[in-house]
């Protein structure tokens, strides 16, 4: 069974181009969440997203900034005309049908923007 | 909005010393967990407090949780070199949403 996946690892982008970030959650696990943590900060809540919905989007920024988790395929964190501070790793995690449980962790997608 | 504060955010200790990090977090809390972040790496979870009073001890980390005084302490004894890393608490209000202190940069020194 294998963990929670994320794709690319490491993102680099020139200002003004789009970045899409992709997360598998683990088998059986229908909640996916992305944090992001900018350098030298802890973890920030971006969105809460099940199978074709999303939950709590309370994280996002209002602009430029979308996600998604589609009945197939992986979910998409997806940044549009990226800036410099949109650099920072990006985290998802997964967690099963019951919400109160514990979610893993993805390696996170590092995101540099040049 | 829940608030989590831990303290202090920089540790630097001596090898075989003791020490504690404190999380205080501002509404009442489902869980409350203990992670490790290495640089440049995911977060390894150390820890799964659930209930008032929780103690629980991994090697020479233990993790208590006081959900009256909403208070969650780390504890690190006789520390070693392998245990330098960025320590995180997360709390849980609700589903499995986190909300994360700033984090604990921990230094070992020989």
């Known amino acids: 069974n294998a963990g929670v996946m994320q794709n690319p690892r490491h993102l680099v982008r020139r200002r003004g181009q789009e970045a899409r970030l992709r997360c598998s959650p683990m088998?059986?696990?229908?909640?996916v969440y992305w944090y992001r943590q900018l350098p030298e900060e802890g973890l920030k809540f971006m969105v809460y997203?099940?199978?074709?919905?999303?939950?709590?989007e309370s994280g996002m920024p209002k602009e430029r900034f979308s996600a998604e988790f589609p009945k197939e395929g992986p979910s998409i964190l997806r940044i549009q005309q990226v800036v410099r501070g949109d650099s920072a790793a990006y985290f998802c995690?997964?967690?099963?049908?019951?919400?109160?449980?514990?979610?893993?962790f993805g390696q996170g997608t590092r995101l540099t923007v040049v | 909005e829940l608030k989590v504060e831990q303290n202090p955010l920089f540790l630097s200790m001596q090898e075989g010393k003791n020490y504690t990090i404190y999380c205080n977090y501002s509404t009442t809390s489902d869980r409350l967990y203990w992670y490790r972040q290495d640089p440049g790496k995911s977060l390894e979870s150390l820890f799964v407090l659930l209930s008032n009073g929780a103690v629980k001890q991994e090697g020479r980390l233990m993790a208590s949780l006081d959900t009256k005084a909403r208070l969650s302490t780390l504890h690190i004894t006789a520390a070693v070199h392998d245990l330098s890393a960025t320590y995180f608490c997360?709390?849980?209000?609700?589903?499995?949403?986190?909300?994360f202190g700033e984090g604990t940069q921990l230094t070992v020194n020989p």
């Open positions: 995690a997964s967690s099963p049908l019951r919400t109160d449980t514990e979610a893993f």
């Open positions: 088998k059986g696990h229908s909640h």
């Open positions: 997203l099940q199978k074709e919905n999303i939950i709590d």
């Open positions: 997360a709390v849980v209000i609700s589903g499995s949403r986190l909300t």
